[in-house]
Structure formats: structure tokens, C-alpha cells
């Protein structure tokens, strides 16, 4: 037998070793699903399969990556190499790229992120003189997700009354046409958004037998992770292909499925039996992650649920201590408390930073956590949130490299036409995209044929623009024979960009260069690595593909010694020895949005399951008192999950020097100090243990102000030109409604509505706002 063979145990065994035919594994946390893929894989190439037919689907690239580099390590890296390997996204946009003239696409197609679909969505809803407070472009956005995940394509709509009809119900009669015109856009830029990575992928095999035939010839076997996660419109995909040889593995855990607002159907692991002739279930029920305790409790909160498969967990690790249950009077405290538990555990048992994660329902509740852990000066990490490629300097950049590769890119083109400022006028973007629309041709195509267009734009600024095109050809001109790297270099500098940038020399504007220089640090590495890694030359395209489809876990190269910050949804697959799950409250776990139904409480308990179990060593629950929710303070209760728990697996901390019960000691002191080991068993609440009958405390979130301009100007706040009524963006708190401005000069402070924070009062001379 293979030597890596001997590192499964014998139910793992089975599934890797079993060649061909359908199978399903279905097993519980940390019991080694992912380890049966990664060593199938490495099987089947030793048993003579080229590694160019093997397709691994993952939840994550970055799981995909580690996949890869243990593959390598059994079978060599020269053959790994040739495995393909990835997110459904990333593969199947490869696909597309190759195959994108069938479906009328050109091949350098430009991949939407969810804010260029949303402007894209806010200009349709404004030019087609819509109410925006009843077309509200993010549902909207959603809405059109949600008929591209399920095959609804325009046609299908128009031709589906009920859906029509659901839409005129819901003071939407007009959905129907801005989708369509959303879709006819999108097709004339030269993109793709998110989910027509995937419905694309499907109209392209469902029309074209001969692409399937030769898809399914090349993919003879697939693998798929975390399968229970998985939407219609990955179902088919993964169907379609498998079809011919039925070669395919599927492994999940139906306890795990925590995607259901976004569309993943659990149905499909359970009806996977049904799909396919003579499938091989295998179960797997050793857990080699966690400790007796984590492994009991987490059996014992799944239990509670009424819709799942049953199966047996059990693990050979030691009882481990118990999971710590501490109740504290704020998120402040909160912070503080886990904190300081970091650092005692790091200084007793000579422990990294990169050992801990603290996971939480909501990203708004990071802040709390930040704050502790830089007063502590640990190091730390949020994964999620906006991420790097989002920020608004980084997307500037971007998009000038975005348009050397696909001109048609209309999300790209508006947003740098006159950024740096260059005298090209709203009017004047208007007019353009109205000729746009009028002759069906790209706004580029406009710009580089003036002359020959019926337009109302005078000659002076006809110049600028025939400047503005020209200066893009120079690029493209330059892309021919430049990497990604220089070439981005080239493209800050002329564009103006870093002379725009360098102007502002108050700390955003500083913060801003350093992130750009980031970035072209990044490109620099990403150059290196593909010659590396995947033999390739480190082109432009090759960079923008990876960064459209790169999630914010992707950009992790697991080196650094950082507290890793998520939310639960985030740390699907992960393990860490210590994990602290916050906010352990009513109405924010469960949340208050998911106890309407048994079925969305079910998915808030699934997801506790997956929180638990990513701990290895250790795991600490914690709960506050009181806590601020849209700008209130309110009071909280524990979370039912607590008490779902059996007792036996639970110790259950209450802090001694509580400040309520010792006025002496302050808050400050009060985070430095560990709670003492002596347990005080807290009262639990007298209510029913089980679900709760009355409706959910719900705090509706605050109204904002319809968005009036989107510019996407940074706004120069040092200025003062922040006024009341403003919505804008922040890092960390997301969007927020300007409430109040006072002070002067250097001390102008503004009050904040936002919607992951509540009401902030931050100096404007550091709050990293931009105005949106
Ligand atoms: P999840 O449901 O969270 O995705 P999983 O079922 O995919 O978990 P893995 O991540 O594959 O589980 O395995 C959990 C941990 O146990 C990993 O650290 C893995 O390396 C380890 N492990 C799995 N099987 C074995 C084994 N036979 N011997 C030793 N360690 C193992
Ligand atoms: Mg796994």
C-alpha cells in the first residue's frame, strides 16, 4: 500500500480508495472529509489518472491551494500543477474565457463585483426615472441573484406570470425591465457578474452538446467539498459534467449547511442517492480535530434540531477542558475580556497569535474586539469586511487596468474618466452613455468615434476625451509585451493617479499611496509566483481574474502571526486550538432576523455547530448584558445556545471582580485582569428552554437617505465638506448617515448613524470616511 495511505484510518480509507462510480461521504466536523479528497486525488494519480481530468471543486481557493500543496508533497509538484482545482467561480470563469465566443462574449470578459453591479443596477433604476426608495438598487441586486441562481433568465421571467406577478405585488411591476436591461448592459460591457460565472456555465452546456461532450470527457473525475453548500445552479453544473462517466464524489455535512439565505439547497446532499445509480455512501465518525468536550457539546446542540441525518461523531482526543462560559456587562468589556484570555493563554502555554480566532455572528461586532486587542498590542487579522481590492483608491487603479484589457468595460470607464480630474463633466458621462445605448455600442467605441456619433458635446471637450482613449490604446499597446506589474506601474504614473494620491498629505491620503504601493507589491509577488507555481506569465489578465474571484481568505498566505477576526460563516473548514464565539446573545445568535421559522433557527443552530467545532484545544463562549444595536443600548440575554449545551461539557465563569459587584475596580483594570477560576453557576433565565413563542425583539435598522450622488470622489473631510444628510462609508462600520458636524478646523467631528455600529462621534481629521 502507499505509504500516505497508512495516515487514514480504515472508514477514510474506503472512499479514497475506491476508484470509480458515484459516492457520497457524509460525516460530521473535523472527521476528515477534506483529508478523503485531498488523498483521493493523490490516489488517482497514482493509479495512472492524468491529473488534467481530475476536477476538485472547494469552498474556498485558498482551501484549494493547501489541497494542492499536499498533493504535491505526496505526488510531486510537476504533476499537481495540472489539476484543476478551485472555487465553482474560478473554475468555471476559466471555462467561460476559453469558450466565451459561443455565447458572444469576447474572452478578456470583465468579472462585475457585487459595487459595480450595484452602480450599474442604481444608473439603470435613474435613468429609466424610477423611485429609487421603491427600486432600491441592493434589493433589486439581490432579486436578480436569486433568479440567475435558479435559471430564470429574462425570458424565462417574462414568460413566468407568477413571477410577474409577485413582483407587481411588490410595488416592483417594473423588476422585469430593469433586469432585462441589466442583463443587455452587462452583455455589451464585456462582463459577467458573479452568478452568471455559474448560469453561464450552464446555458453554455445545456446549448452546445459538443462543449459538454468535451468537458466531460476531459473532467472524467470531480470532487466536490462542502457539498451541502452548494446552489441549483452548481447542482447542474456538477450533474451536467459528471454525466457521462458518473465518476464523481461529493463530501459534506448536512449539519453544516449555513447557506440557505444565499440560495444553497440542502436537498441536493440529501437527494444526492436519488441523482445517480448505485451510489456508495461512506461515513466517517472519528473526529481527529477537537477534544472530547468540543466534540460532545457541538453533538449535543445538533441534536436539537429536528431536520437532519443522523450520525455519530465520537473522538479518541483527550476530554480537554471545559468550554468556558463567561458573561460579561459590555462589548467593551467583552473585548477586553478575550483579550486578556489571548495573552494569558500565549504567555502559560507558549502560545502564536495565529493560534486563536475569535469568530462572531455579525462583522459590526469586530470593533469592539479591535479595540482590546491593539490596547493589548496583540496582533490581529479580520478577514471579511471590505476588503483590499474594495477600497476605493485600490479600485481606481484597478479599473484603469480593467480597461486595458476590456475597453468595453462600462463600470471601469465611469469611474476614471475624470478621476484624476481631467474636465469631462456628469453631462457629458451622460450623454455618452445615452449614445451608448442609442447606437448599442460601448462607450469607448463613442469616444473613439466622436466624429461620426450624434452628440452634443463641444469640441474642447471632445479633445479630452479622444485624449482619455488615446492615453488607454497607449497602455494596451504597452500590455503586449509588459507583465502585470509593470505595466501597473506605468498606468499610476501617467494616469495621474499617484500625483492625485500624493497631493493629499493628511493621513487617509498617506494611507491611500501605502495601499497602492501594496498593491503593486502584491502584482510584483503575483508575477513571481506564476512563474513558480503555474507556469504562466504573470499577465495583466491573469492578475484582474485572480483578484475578482480572490475572496478576502484567498489573500492569506498563512505566514503571518495574527488573532484571526471572522464571522462564523467565514470559518467554514477551519480549525484553530483556541476559539472564542462572542455575542453569544438573543437576537444576534440566533438573530433576530432567523427565529421566524423553525427552519431559519435550525440554520442559526447549524451555524453554532460549525462555530464550536473549528476549536481544537479550547473554546470560550461569552455573552454581555447590555449591548448598542443601531445607536440603542439594549438590554441582552443568553443565548439559548448556551443552554442547548449539556451542563457536564460547560464551566460556567462569572467574573468576580464584575464592576457591579466591586465599584472599586474600573473597567480598565477590570480587562486586564483574568476572571478568577472560581465558578459562580449563573441563574438561567426562567423561560422555556425550547424555542421561543413571541415574535423577536427586532430593531428595524435606521433610515438612510437614498444615496444622492455617487461620485465615488474621495471626500477631502479635513475640508469640512461633510454635511449633514451625507451618507457615508467606513471601513469598519459600513454605510452611515451624517447626523451632526461640530467643531472646527482640525477638531471637526461628526456624528454617524451607521449601520454595523450604531451612532459614532469620530474626528474627521482620522475617521477614514469617504462620502459614496
Ligand atoms: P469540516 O467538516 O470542518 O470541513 P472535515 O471533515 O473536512 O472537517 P478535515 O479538515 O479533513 O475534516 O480533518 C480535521 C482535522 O483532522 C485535520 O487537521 C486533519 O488533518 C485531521 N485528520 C483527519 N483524519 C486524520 C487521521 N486519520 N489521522 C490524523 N489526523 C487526521
Ligand atoms: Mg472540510
Not at 91 to 106: N, T
Not at 190 to 216: C, H, I, S, W
Not at 381 to 402: A, M, N, T
Not at 554 to 561: A, I, L, M, T, V
Amino acid at each position: 500500500m502507499e505509504k500516505y495511505l497508512s495516515q487514514l484510518n480504515e472508514a477514510q480509507l474506503a472512499p479514497t480508495i475506491q476508484k470509480d462510480g458515484p459516492m457520497i461521504v457524509i460525516a460530521g466536523a473535523g472527521s476528515g472529509k477534506t483529508r478523503v479528497l485531498t488523498y483521493r486525488i493523490a490516489y488517482l494519480m497514482s493509479q495512472g489518472i492524468d491529473p488534467f481530468n481530475i476536477l476538485s471543486l472547494t469552498f474556498t481557493n485558498k482551501a484549494a491551494r493547501e489541497m494542492k500543496e499536499r498533493i504535491a508533497q505526496i505526488v510531486g509538484a510537476s504533476e499537481a500543477k495540472n489539476l484543476w482545482m478551485g472555487t465553482f467561480h474560478s473554475v468555471f470563469a476559466k471555462i467561460l474565457r476559453i469558450e466565451a465566443d459561443r455565447l458572444g462574449y469576447p474572452s478578456n470578459f470583465t468579472i462585475y463585483d457585487a459595487q459595480d453591479s450595484d452602480r450599474l443596477i442604481a444608473s439603470i433604476i435613474k435613468e429609466m426615472n424610477l423611485d429609487k426608495d421603491v427600486y432600491k438598487y441592493k434589493q433589486i441586486r439581490s432579486r436578480i441573484s436569486s433568479y440567475k441562481n435558479s435559471l430564470i433568465t429574462v425570458k424565462a421571467y417574462f414568460n413566468n406570470p407568477e413571477l410577474i406577478e409577485a413582483d407587481k405585488a411588490a410595488r416592483r411591476p417594473r423588476m422585469g425591465d430593469i433586469y432585462k436591461n441589466y442583463v443587455e448592459r452587462c452583455f455589451k460591457a464585456g462582463a459577467m457578474d458573479f452568478d452568471d460565472l455559474l448560469l453561464k456555465t450552464n446555458e453554455l452546456l445545456t446549448r452546445f452538446p459538443d462543449v459538454l461532450a468535451k468537458y466531460q470527457d476531459r473532467f472524467r473525475y470531480i470532487l466536490v467539498d462542502e457539498y451541502q453548500d452548494t446552489n441549483h445552479s452548481q447542482y447542474l453544473i456538477v450533474r451536467a459534467l459528471s454525466d457521462r462517466f458518473q465518476n464523481i464524489c461529493v463530501v459534506g455535512d448536512d449539519a453544516q449547511s449555513i447557506y440557505a439565505f444565499r440560495g444553497a439547497n440542502i436537498n441536493n446532499i440529501l437527494n444526492f442517492q436519488k441523482d445517480y445509480d448505485d451510489v456508495k455512501l461512506f461515513r466517517l465518525e472519528q473526529n481527529y480535530r477537537s477534544t472530547k468536550n468540543i466534540v460532545n457539546a457541538a453533538n449535543s446542540i445538533i441534536d436539537k434540531n429536528q431536520t437532519k441525518l443522523e450520525k455519530v461523531v465520537w473522538t479518541a482526543n483527550d476530554d480537554g477542558p471545559k468550554i468556558k462560559v463567561n458573561r460579561l456587562m459590555t462589548d467593551g468589556d467583552e473585548g477586553r475580556y478575550v483579550a486578556s484570555s489571548i495573552f494569558e493563554n500565549k504567555m502559560n502555554q507558549q502560545l502564536k497569535n495565529s493560534d486563536f480566532a475569535i469568530l462572531y455572528r455579525t462583522n459590526a461586532q469586530s470593533r469592539a474586539m479591535e479595540d482590546a486587542l491593539r490596547k493589548r498590542g496583540i496582533e490581529y487579522r479580520i478577514y471579511g469586511g471590505l476588503s483590499f481590492y474594495q477600497r476605493k483608491e485600490i479600485k481606481d487603479v484597478l479599473s484603469y487596468l480593467r480597461l486595458v484589457i476590456n475597453p468595453s468595460d462600462e463600470e471601469a470607464l465611469k469611474r476614471v474618466i475624470n478621476f484624476p480630474a481631467r474636465g469631462i463633466g456628469q453631462t457629458t458621462i451622460d450623454r455618452l452613455v445615452v449614445a451608448a445605448n442609442g447606437y448599442n455600442r460601448s462607450i469607448f467605441e463613442v469616444i473613439q468615434n466622436l466624429d461620426k456619433v450624434d452628440i452634443k458635446i463641444n469640441s474642447g471637450t471632445k479633445g479630452k476625451l479622444q485624449d482619455f482613449a488615446t492615453m488607454i490604446e497607449s497602455f494596451q499597446v504597452m500590455n503586449q509585451t509588459a507583465n502585470a506589474f509593470e505595466l501597473a506601474e506605468h498606468v499610476t504614473k501617467t494616469s495621474g493617479l499617484i500625483r492625485e494620491f500624493n497631493k493629499d498629505a493628511t493621513p487617509e491620503g498617506v494611507a491611500r499611496m501605502e495601499n497602492i504601493e501594496e498593491l503593486l507589491n502584491g502584482m510584483k509577488d503575483f508575477v513571481e509566483e506564476q512563474k513558480e507555481l503555474a507556469d504562466t506569465t504573470g499577465s495583466l489578465a491573469e492578475f484582474l481574474e485572480d483578484v475578482a474571484l480572490a475572496t478576502d481568505l484567498d489573500n492569506d498566505k498563512g505566514d503571518d502571526d495574527r488573532v484571526a477576526l471572522m464571522t462564523i460563516h467565514l470559518a467554514k473548514g477551519l480549525e484553530f486550538p483556541y476559539v472564542y464565539i462572542v455575542g453569544m446573545e438573543e437576537d444576534l445568535f440566533p438573530s433576530a432576523m432567523s427565529m421566524n421559522t423553525r427552519s431559519e433557527l435550525e440554520e442559526e443552530r447549524r451555524l453554532f455547530y460549525v462555530a464550536l467545532t473549528r476549536a481544537e484545544k479550547q473554546a470560550y463562549l461569552t455573552y454581555t448584558l447590555s449591548r448598542y444595536r443601531w445607536g440603542k443600548l439594549i438590554d441582552a440575554e443568553p443565548s439559548r445556545f448556551i443552554e442547548e449545551i449539556d451542563d457536564e461539557y460547560l464551566e460556567v465563569l462569572t467574573p468576580v471582580n464584575d464592576p457591579r459587584q466591586n465599584p472599586m475596580l474600573s473597567a480598565d483594570i477590570f480587562g486586564d485582569v483574568e476572571p478568577s477560576p472560581n465558578t459562580i453557576r449563573f441563574k438561567k433565565p426562567l423561560r422555556k428552554k425550547m424555542e421561543k413563542k413571541q415574535p423577536p425583539k427586532f430593531v428595524p435598522p435606521p433610515k438612510l437617505k437614498p444615496v444622492s450622488k455617487t461620485t465615488g470622489n474621495p471626500a477631502n473631510l479635513f475640508d469640512g465638506k461633510l454635511t449633514v444628510g451625507n451618507i457615508v462609508a467606513h471601513i469598519r462600520f459600513g454605510k452611515g448617515e451624517v447626523l451632526k458636524i461640530e467643531g472646527a478646523g482640525a477638531d471637526v467631528k461628526a456624528e454617524i448613524n451607521f449601520e454595523n455600529g450604531g451612532v459614532k462621534k469620530l474626528l474627521l481629521r482620522f475617521a477614514k470616511l469617504e462620502v459614496i
